[in-house]
């Protein structure tokens, strides 16, 4: 659901997806875009090539109920629609303020556990159910 594409080569995009991440730490950039380009080798596509080039796995992602610091305005914030977050000025629609971006990772982050979770226990039985 929500899907743009479907990928070819899993590995490939892990590589594109976790680079483009990584390369978010300004002060780390050079270091990840070496790894990338080695990365890219194993999986035998050339670093400049169109197939190499990001792109968004899917059509958006909404963050639920982020909390403005200042005017403290609860909004869902569509990370890849945004017009401001698009340009990495994380502000608040209503008043402006700066977000809490550690905040928004650890929102982020706890988001991702719970999906994780979520996948690896979906296969469990309870003791004594049926296979």
Sequence with gaps: P???????????????????????DKATREEVQAVRAGLLRLVQVRDFSDESRFRYPSATFVLPNVLCPSCTLVADLDVF????IKKRD??????????????????????????????????????????
């Design 81 to 84: 629609r945004d017009r401001h």
């Design 90 to 131: 994380w502000r608040c629609g209503n008043c402006g303020a700066r977000y809490d971006l550690s905040l928004i990772e650890y929102q982020l982050c706890s988001l991702v556990l719970q999906l994780d979770a979520q996948y690896h226990i979906q296969d469990l039985v309870a003791e004594g159910g049926k296979n």
């Design 2 to 24: 929500g899907r743009v594409w479907q990928p070819k080569n899993a590995a490939l995009e892990y590589v594109k997806l976790v680079s483009r991440v990584m390369e978010l």
